[in-house]
């Protein structure tokens, strides 16, 4: 049994190479079985696992998922982001026994002149079907991408 469970994330952030980056993502419909996972997307690669937890704090040498006491949120820390960190980053809630997920709007680290990066309001929709790459045996599929340029 599928039941969609909300997720939201802010669709812009600012950070330099080099700091901690902390994804933040709300999910107030979040059951007490459900875990939060969290994917990364490279440009035209299919998503990759980052992390997973039920509550607390989930410490990884390439990010740490920490869990607000009440479940309601969650936050990805990557820490010391480069470049190589650009992605779309999803956070998607599971059940334990069947398929819960949510998806989101998603933000990407982009190089800046000079030492700078910006995680930017890059947007992109996904759909339940295509052949980009599984999330939770699904497919995911890319339909629509909004960036700012300079």
Do not use: F
Request: net charge positive.
């Amino acid at each position: 049994t599928v039941i969609d469970a909300k997720t939201t994330q802010p669709s812009s952030m600012d950070c330099a190479e080099g700091e901690d980056v902390n994804l933040p993502c709300n999910h107030s419909t979040i059951s007490g079985a459900n875990y939060i996972h969290w994917y990364r997307q490279n440009p035209n690669q299919s998503p990759q696992y980052v992390i997973h937890g039920l509550r607390g704090t989930v410490n990884k040498s390439l990010a740490s998922l920490t869990i607000a006491s009440d479940r309601k949120s969650s936050t990805l820390v990557l820490p010391q982001v480069t470049l190589r960190d650009t992605a779309v980053y999803y956070c998607v809630l599971r059940g334990a026994h069947g398929d819960r997920r949510g998806c989101t709007c998603a933000v990407s680290l982009v190089g800046r002149r000079g030492d700078t990066s910006h995680l930017e309001g890059t947007q992109r929709a996904v759909r339940d079907k295509g052949n980009e790459g599984k999330i939770n045996g699904r497919r995911w599929i890319k339909t629509e991408e909004k960036e700012d340029k300079e």
